[in-house]
């Protein structure tokens, strides 16, 4: 076996002085470069972070208020209405005893019996309103009636001047035994004012007989009643084909319990105020139904009023439940407008005048048509300087 041969190692070759080690890592360029990369993205990231939550800080803080301007707070809006309006009243010069503010404590709806206010007036009023914060409207919705609302349209206040009534002309004492007391209800009315100031500008009694599904029903009545007149609730009832024929939503009708009925009534009083009794509108089926007649009664004698039978249909309960029940009963005599035109209507307002001459006292309905007020406006002052009595519905239950 040949002797191994002693390994020897290879001379190291040094490199010349000055010359830089060799690189690790075997390939160009190397990796020395990565950890700055890396280091350059977290600080991206964390500035990033920084700007996200400084913004969401900033979101959170309510905006700083410009300097020099006044902190703007919110007002009873109610409570400022009412001081512009009574403002009003001070610089018209009405009178403390013309003014009526229901409720009293904080009322919200004004009557003014005195003259309205002149245009110039107004339009301050106006003014003033809508420099409040928020800021309020004045409307006229109808002539006579202005209205203060917010800027969601609820109306805060309303103000209502009435016009009195033209009081009769001065005549002679009318012959005796030629008079007679004669009551007409007008039916219908609620829908606006221009058909009731034409009626009290008539000046002698008229009988409002008022709607209360209608818009201005509530603002009817406070002018009627402030006035002198006597209201009446017109109050719907089932006729003969319904539901072909439609009395409207609020109708009482003979498919409703006795509680229902009552309730119901209670809740068509409730919109129409200073009612002294109620008479049907439509109804030719309801006062034939003695056991609804009965709970409409029972209602009535509770609240004291009294009852009108229009006479709509022949075979009518009215007379006879409303007797069982104590409530004072009366039946119209005449229909004045039946034919819509004013002679006719005329003729029929000269004979309930007789009629009332012959029985002493005679009922008569009708409607707020142009032609029915005009000749309203042309025969009641004529008729009562004859010497006929023209009262409210209720005068005529006085003597029989």
Not at 137 to 152: N, Y
Not at 174 to 189: E, S, Y
Not at 310 to 328: F, H, I, K
Not at 385 to 398: D, M, N
């Given at each position: 076996?040949?002797?191994?041969?002693?390994?020897?190692?290879?001379?190291?070759?040094?490199?010349?002085p000055?010359?830089?080690?060799?690189k690790?890592g075997g390939?160009?360029g190397?990796?020395s470069?990565t950890?700055?990369?890396?280091?350059?993205?977290l600080?991206g990231?964390?500035?990033l972070?920084?700007?996200l939550?400084?913004?969401?800080r900033?979101e959170?803080?309510?905006?700083?208020?410009p300097?020099?301007?006044?902190?703007?707070?919110?007002?009873?809006?109610?409570?400022?209405a009412?001081?512009?309006?009574?403002?009003?009243?001070?610089?018209?010069a009405?009178?403390?005893?013309?003014?009526?503010?229901e409720p009293?404590?904080?009322?919200?709806?004004?009557?003014?019996?005195?003259?309205s206010?002149?245009?110039?007036?107004?339009e301050?009023?106006?003014?003033?309103?809508?420099?409040l914060?928020?800021?309020?409207v004045l409307?006229?919705p109808?002539?006579?009636?202005?209205?203060?609302?917010?800027?969601?349209?609820?109306?805060l206040?309303?103000?209502?001047?009435?016009?009195?009534?033209v009081p009769?002309?001065?005549?002679?004492?009318?012959?005796?035994?030629?008079?007679?007391?004669?009551?007409?209800?007008?039916?219908d009315l609620?829908?606006?004012?221009?058909?009731?100031?034409?009626?009290l500008?008539?000046?002698?009694p008229?009988?409002?007989?008022i709607?209360a599904?209608e818009?201005?029903?509530?603002e009817v009545a406070?002018?009627a009643?402030a006035?002198?007149q006597?209201?009446?609730?017109?109050?719907?009832?089932?006729?003969q084909?319904?539901?072909?024929?439609d009395?409207?939503?609020?109708?009482?009708l003979?498919?409703?319990t006795?509680?229902?009925?009552?309730s119901?009534?209670?809740?068509?009083l409730?919109r129409?105020?200073?009612?002294?009794?109620?008479?049907?509108?439509?109804g030719?089926?309801?006062?034939?139904?003695?056991?609804?007649?009965?709970?409409?009664m029972?209602?009535?004698r509770?609240q004291?009023l009294?009852?009108?039978?229009?006479?709509?249909?022949?075979?009518?309960?009215g007379?006879?439940?409303?007797r069982?029940?104590g409530?004072?009963?009366?039946?119209?005599d005449?229909f004045l407008?039946?034919?819509?035109?004013?002679e006719?209507?005329?003729?029929e307002?000269?004979r309930?005048?007789?009629?009332?001459?012959?029985?002493?006292?005679?009922?008569g309905?009708?409607h707020?048509?142009?032609?029915t007020i005009?000749?309203l406006?042309q025969e009641?002052?004529r008729?009562?300087?004859?010497?006929v009595r023209f009262?409210?519905?209720?005068?005529?239950?006085?003597?029989?």
């Amino acid at each position: 076996m040949p002797p191994k041969r002693p390994q020897t190692k290879k001379p190291v070759k040094k490199s010349p002085p000055g010359a830089k080690p060799p690189k690790k890592g075997g390939k160009k360029g190397g990796t020395s470069r990565t950890p700055w990369r890396l280091f350059l993205l977290l600080l991206g990231c964390a500035l990033l972070l920084a700007g996200l939550v400084w913004l969401a800080r900033r979101e959170e803080q309510p905006p700083a208020k410009p300097a020099g301007r006044p902190t703007e707070t919110r007002i009873d809006q109610s409570a400022a209405a009412r001081e512009q309006l009574e403002a009003l009243l001070a610089a018209s010069a009405v009178p403390a005893g013309a003014i009526t503010r229901e409720p009293a404590d904080r009322p919200r709806h004004y009557q003014i019996r005195h003259r309205s206010p002149s245009a110039k007036t107004v339009e301050e009023l106006r003014q003033r309103l809508r420099r409040l914060v928020p800021p309020l409207v004045l409307s006229t919705p109808e002539d006579g009636v202005l209205a203060i609302v917010d800027s969601q349209g609820k109306t805060l206040l309303t103000v209502q001047y009435l016009t009195a009534p033209v009081p009769p002309k001065a005549t002679l004492p009318p012959p005796a035994g030629t008079g007679g007391r004669v009551a007409i209800i007008v039916d219908d009315l609620g829908r606006g004012l221009k058909q009731a100031k034409q009626l009290l500008a008539i000046g002698q009694p008229v009988t409002f007989a008022i709607l209360a599904i209608e818009p201005h029903a509530t603002e009817v009545a406070r002018m009627a009643h402030a006035a002198g007149q006597e209201v009446m609730l017109h109050a719907p009832m089932e006729p003969q084909g319904y539901p072909v024929v439609d009395p409207g939503d609020d109708a009482l009708l003979v498919s409703q319990t006795d509680e229902a009925l009552r309730s119901q009534l209670r809740a068509l009083l409730g919109r129409v105020p200073h009612v002294a009794g109620i008479n049907n509108h439509m109804g030719s089926r309801f006062t034939e139904d003695e056991r609804a007649m009965t709970a409409v009664m029972a209602e009535q004698r509770g609240q004291g009023l009294i009852f009108d039978d229009s006479l709509t249909s022949g075979p009518s309960v009215g007379t006879a439940t409303a007797r069982q029940a104590g409530v004072p009963i009366l039946r119209r005599d005449v229909f004045l407008d039946n034919v819509a035109e004013v002679e006719p209507i005329v003729r029929e307002i000269r004979r309930l005048a007789d009629k009332a001459r012959r029985n002493g006292g005679a009922l008569g309905i009708c409607h707020p048509y142009p032609e029915t007020i005009k000749a309203l406006q042309q025969e009641l002052p004529r008729l009562a300087a004859q010497g006929v009595r023209f009262v409210p519905v209720s005068e005529l239950l006085k003597g029989g």
